[in-house]
């Protein structure tokens, strides 16, 4: 088994379980966004959101 192979298999495992927990990953992904938010003082709220929602774009199931 490849380096290449068992990165795969940790992606398939990860998509796995986004697509088995969709509330959790969305909840995830909002919370990083709160912190980049307080952190940068919402000086760049707008590409912290395009950049949440391109996540759960990736992360929904298919």
């Given amino acids: 088994m ?3 192979d068992s990165v ?11 697509a088995q927990n969709p509330d959790k990953i969305d909840d995830a992904i909002e919370k990083a966004g ?6 940068t ?3 760049y709220a ?3 959101d395009k950049v949440q929602d391109a996540a759960r774009k990736a992360l929904r199931p298919e």
């Fill in 34 to 39: 709160d912190l980049a938010d307080r952190k």
């Fill in 2 to 4: 490849g380096f290449m």
């Fill in 41 to 43: 003082d919402g000086k």
């Fill in 46 to 48: 707008g590409q912290v």
């Fill in 8 to 18: 795969k298999g940790i992606v398939d495992k990860g998509k796995e379980f986004a």
